[in-house]
């Protein structure tokens, strides 16, 4: 069993800076990944930004590359998300995740394993 909490969330102005901490607890699995994704009022959840445990590789959705940036510390099991430049629109609950497996079909959340509680980031413009 995993657990995973989410730290780092708040309100901040458009242009604004955050940065998001999720602690895994329990099980590590070599070849999976740590990601995050948000969901917004009235809105399916979606990929943010993942990044593997193996090789470190990161993946970011375009509406967040070049302003996300994911890191991770194995040695502690944590992973980073630090957010630059926000927009109104990333308003949103998000989420960290973990997936036992990796491939290509990251995106899917279904296909992530486990879940943290949410934190909730808003951008106010």
């Known amino acids: 069993q995993v657990q995973l909490v989410e730290s780092g969330g708040g309100l901040v102005q458009a242009g604004g800076s955050l940065r998001l901490s999720c602690a895994a607890s329990?099980?590590?699995?070599?070849?999976?990944?740590m990601g995050w994704f948000r969901q917004a009022p009235g809105k399916e959840r979606e990929f943010v930004a993942a990044?593997?445990?193996?090789?470190?590789?990161?993946h970011y959705a375009d509406s967040v590359k070049g302003r996300f940036t994911i890191s991770r510390d194995n040695a502690r099991n944590t992973v980073l998300l630090q957010m630059d430049s926000l927009k109104p629109e990333d308003t949103a609950v998000y989420y960290c995740a973990v997936r036992k497996w990796w491939d290509s079909a990251y995106v899917l959340s279904r296909l992530w394993n486990y879940w943290g509680q949410g934190t909730q980031v808003t951008v106010s413009s």
């Open positions: 329990g099980r590590t699995f070599s070849s999976g990944g």
């Open positions: 990044i593997t445990r193996a090789g470190g590789s990161t």
